[in-house]
């Protein structure tokens, strides 16, 4: 069975077809505000991804930015978590830390990622789970 990848809007295409053709699938991922696939927060044992990629910006608004009941990077962070699905955010080297900055409690299965290691780190996560 192939390994499926869920992935937020505006995630590089190019690291998409390389992931198709290096035999995996990929599904796209809704954070609650762009309504781009299936909902994040819908994620259970039955329809789990075996990975979630996607940037910064697409986890991350400020609480004050989030309407009630809005999707928040907390949100995220508990159904990653609770499911154990490798989260890679993309984000230059250079930014990592600030980037990291902007979130508490960040789970170990959340990791921030420089775009130029992006494709062999998630064939990695994939090959070994």
Known sequence: MRKVVGYFEGTDSTLLT??????????????????????????????????????????????????????????????VSTFSIPLLLEVEDALQEKARALFTDVPDVV???????????IKSILKDN
């Open 18 to 79: 390389d992931l198709v053709c290096d035999g995996f699938d990929t599904v796209p991922i809704s954070n609650g505000f762009d309504n781009h696939g299936m909902h994040v927060r819908i994620i259970n044992n039955e329809n789990r991804v075996d990975a979630l990629i996607g940037y910064v910006h697409k986890v991350y608004a400020a609480e004050d930015g989030v309407a009630s009941g809005g999707v928040t990077y907390q949100d995220i962070f508990h159904v």
């Open 111 to 121: 990791e921030f990622v420089d775009p130029k290691q992006m494709f062999p780190k």
